[in-house]
């Protein structure tokens, strides 16, 4: 599939579609609980059989990118990110830390801080993008410890902790998935943490996995590539499912790239030919992290084809492809939350 440019995609409209200028401004300035509702009625929407799921997701409670701890110019934070899929009917999901959300209460401006370009959101506006926008939150730990280095209590505290953390303040969803802390080269799950505390003490249906564990449990194609997204009927037994980390980077040696090291930048029709190749009965998790858009001299080139846009980190992606994917989501989708698909498939109460 060749790169795409940043224009958006001309929509079709048929002649009913057209609305009176005043009926569309009576539309553009209805209240945001309107939209929600939509959301929801979809979200819950009944569970047919053959049914194809997605949920787009912002890891870790980010907020937005940042330069020395201010909101960077061209940063496109996790509110514009929710309102715009609302628009088409996709709730975000974001995987909250606790600890980061606490913190964030008493912080500058209302966001923690971290490594000078990491903000993340408070509670309010945690509880904000729920009532607006549909949003049904994850987490990933009380506060994002490395569970294979905690021991049995610690795993529980952490795991458990959370999930009641979140319940407590109305993230009635928060089970569906475990987005457990990773660690840099190594994986942070084993079999008996997922059996035995993820899934068993704490009552998780599932642990997100990056395709180490799940790859080989991925639909493939005719041409020997697989998919990645997770099919009701060959799921991972252990409970490991696979989340699509949609990774940014190629930076150039003239850029201020992250010390941390990088990856090719992730190209966004991949992920949208995973979508239209989809089976049946499958739900393909998107998580994104913090995005940008436009140029920003040595930190990220977000203009033109998409094979030439590049970031100063892996966490830190173009808008304009994140968009792009959500706008040419096939229309069978039902965009929703982990808990719900795995009702759905009767996996979960």
């Known amino acids: 599939m060749a790169p795409h440019t940043t224009t958006r995609p001309t929509r079709r409209r048929l002649p009913w579609q057209v609305l009176p200028m005043f009926l569309l401004l009576i539309l553009a300035n209805m209240p945001a609980a309107s939209t929600a ?32 701890c201010a909101v960077a110019p061209g940063a496109v934070d996790t509110f514009r990110v929710a309102n715009y899929a609302a628009r088409l009917g996709i709730p975000v999901s974001s995987n909250l830390i606790p600890a980061r959300v606490d913190a964030s209460r008493t912080a500058p401006n209302g966001h923690l801080c971290l490594h000078s370009t990491h903000l993340y959101m408070n509670l309010g506006e945690a509880h904000a993008l729920r009532d607006r926008y549909g949003s049904q939150m994850l987490t990933s730990g009380k506060q994002y410890r490395v569970m294979v280095d905690l021991t049995r209590a610690e795993q529980i505290d952490e795991a458990c902790g959370a999930l009641t953390w979140m319940t407590n303040r109305g993230f009635t969803n928060a089970r569906g998935m475990f987005a457990a802390a990773y660690p840099g080269g190594r994986e942070p799950l084993t079999d008996d943490i997922v059996t035995e505390v993820v899934r068993g003490t704490c009552g998780y249906v599932w642990a997100r996995n990056y395709g180490a ?5 991925h639909p493939v194609r005719a041409d020997g590539t697989r998919i990645r997204t997770n099919v009701r009927g060959n799921l991972h037994p252990v409970g490991y499912y696979r989340v699509v980390s949609v990774n940014g980077y190629s930076c150039p040696p003239t850029a201020l790239c992250n010390s941390d090291g990088g990856s090719v930048y992730m190209q966004p029709a991949g992920i949208l030919r995973d979508l239209r190749d989809a089976p049946p009965d499958s739900h393909m998790v998107i998580q994104g992290y913090r995005f940008v858009s436009g140029d920003y001299p040595r930190r990220w080139h977000c203009t033109g084809p998409s094979s030439e846009h590049w970031t100063r980190a892996i966490e830190t992606y173009c808008w304009e492809d994140f968009r792009w994917i959500m706008d040419n989501l096939p229309a069978d989708y039902v965009a929703t939350d982990p808990l719900t698909v795995a009702r759905a498939w009767g996996l979960a109460n």
């Open 37 to 68: 509702r939509t959301i929801e009625t979809v979200r819950s929407g009944s569970a047919t059989a053959g049914t194809r799921y997605v949920t787009f997701s912002v890891a870790r409670g980010l907020y937005a990118e940042a330069i020395n």
């Open 213 to 217: 564990y799940t790859a080989r449990y």
